[in-house]
């Protein structure tokens, strides 16, 4: 399913989403700290990622987390993990599967990435008062 429209459209759309599921606060501080070098790539990942991808109907929310969260260990990006690891808890991935993710993750992309994801997963989830 193509979801279209015109760029503001996906934009918007897009802005919606990521609000949704980042968290109001937290995408206004990343717009609020676009220099404009950096604009572009902003308007690029909330129009493509967040208004393109992330509102297709193919996978839910919860689904779309949990890869997120494998991703971002393969590639080893704990500043992203920490973001998606509060937007798999706003989509209802409980913290028991975040574990089991980054179990999957440890054998595949190895346990050094694991290690340091499980490291930032338990500290944002404390950050949000979650006991693990």
Avoid at 3 to 26: D, F, M, N, P, Q
Avoid at 43 to 66: A, P
Avoid at 101 to 115: C, K, R
Wanted: glycine share 8%; proline share 2%.
């Amino acid at each position: 399913m193509t979801i279209g429209g015109t760029h503001e459209e996906s934009y918007e759309r897009g802005l919606a989403i990521r609000k949704e599921v980042l968290g109001e606060a937290h995408v206004q501080r990343s717009l609020d700290a676009v220099s404009e070098f950096s604009r572009p790539i902003q308007e690029l990942v909330t129009e493509y990622c967040w208004g393109e991808v992330w509102s297709r109907e193919g996978l839910d929310r919860q689904t779309r987390s949990m890869l997120n969260l494998a991703m971002l260990t393969a590639l080893n990006r704990s500043h992203e993990l920490g973001v998606h690891v509060r937007g798999a808890m706003n989509n209802g991935v409980t913290p028991a599967q975040i574990q089991e993710v980054l179990i999957q993750a440890a054998v595949y992309v190895g346990a050094p990435a694991a290690l340091e994801s499980f490291r930032v997963a338990e500290r944002v989830l404390k950050e949000m008062g979650v006991d693990v």
